[in-house]
């Protein structure tokens, strides 16, 4: 029996030369928890290539829709950065994923932290406005290297404008509005004096991570300093949770 089943390209975007999402058909049987992630590929060479990616869509939707990065010479990304609508995708049965807000202790603010296409888990988590109901407030901190990397920028905008959730795009390597790296913005409190709010503490903030190798152990160590612990594999809920298997780290 095979473990993928095959599926239908819906809507490809291009955010701009390094980043697309794109959707797809979604197979009933096909059951997840939002901030999960699933091997998606192709065949190439009638064989299956597949890596990691985090669904960006609610686990309700009709459709399935992932953020990737462009590699020219990766083995999948330049195959899958040219898909258009109708060609066939493959996606496996097996979603899997540690960003799931069960395994956290409950609390009162909840921050999403984010590099490049680490964002995808955390708009399928804000999309789903249930969310709200755990949290007296969310705040998403998203950073890239380009301004043209702000991939839904304009539907998180739309979020911040109406709930209880505080979006804050950093940059690093062009002139923004926020600037610098996730971790040296907490370290410094900056993300805190802009958004107007307490710095982290322990006894009421929980922190999801997701992006590059080195914000996640930047952030991971600061937090460790605060006294945070992290939710662990045997189930035990913690202060935050972190996730490596996604599309930025292993869409080669």
């Known amino acids: 029996?095979?473990?993928?089943?095959?599926?239908?390209?819906?809507?490809?975007?291009?955010?701009?030369?390094?980043?697309?999402?794109?959707?797809?058909?979604?197979?009933?049987?096909?059951?997840?928890?939002?901030?999960?992630?699933?091997?998606?590929?192709?065949?190439?060479?009638?064989?299956?290539?597949?890596?990691?990616?985090?669904?960006?869509?609610?686990?309700?939707?009709?459709?399935?829709?992932?953020?990737?990065?462009?590699?020219?010479?990766?083995?999948?990304?330049?195959?899958?950065?040219?898909?258009?609508?109708g060609d066939e995708l493959l996606v496996s049965k097996l979603p899997k994923g540690t960003l799931v807000t069960k395994d956290l202790i409950p609390g009162d603010r909840l921050l999403l932290l984010a590099t490049g296409t680490g964002l995808a888990p955390f708009v399928s988590i804000l999309r789903d406005p249930s969310i709200f109901d755990h949290f007296k407030e969310i705040v998403l901190v998203h950073g890239v290297r380009r301004i043209s990397e702000l991939a839904y920028r304009e539907e998180l905008e739309q979020l911040a404008a109406m709930t209880r959730f505080a979006y804050y795009p950093t940059v690093t390597r062009e002139p923004f509005m926020h600037q610098g790296r996730i971790p040296e913005q907490i370290h410094s409190g900056q993300l805190f004096r802009d958004l107007g709010m307490p710095p982290l503490t322990v006894a009421s903030d929980r922190v999801m991570i997701c992006g590059n190798k080195a914000m996640l152990t930047d952030t991971v160590t600061q937090l460790d300093a605060l006294g945070f612990q992290r939710s662990t594999r045997k189930g035990q809920p913690g202060h935050y949770l972190i996730e490596q298997a996604f599309a930025g780290v292993q869409n080669a």
């Open 1 to 85: 029996m095979s473990y993928y089943t095959v599926e239908r390209v819906t809507q490809v975007h291009h955010w701009d030369d390094k980043l697309f999402s794109f959707r797809c058909t979604r197979s009933p049987a096909l059951q997840f928890e939002n901030g999960q992630f699933v091997l998606i590929g192709l065949m190439v060479d009638g064989k299956p290539l597949m890596r990691a990616y985090s669904f960006v869509n609610t686990n309700t939707d009709a459709e399935l829709e992932f953020l990737s990065i462009k590699v020219p010479d990766g083995a999948l990304t330049s195959r899958l950065c040219q898909v258009k609508v």
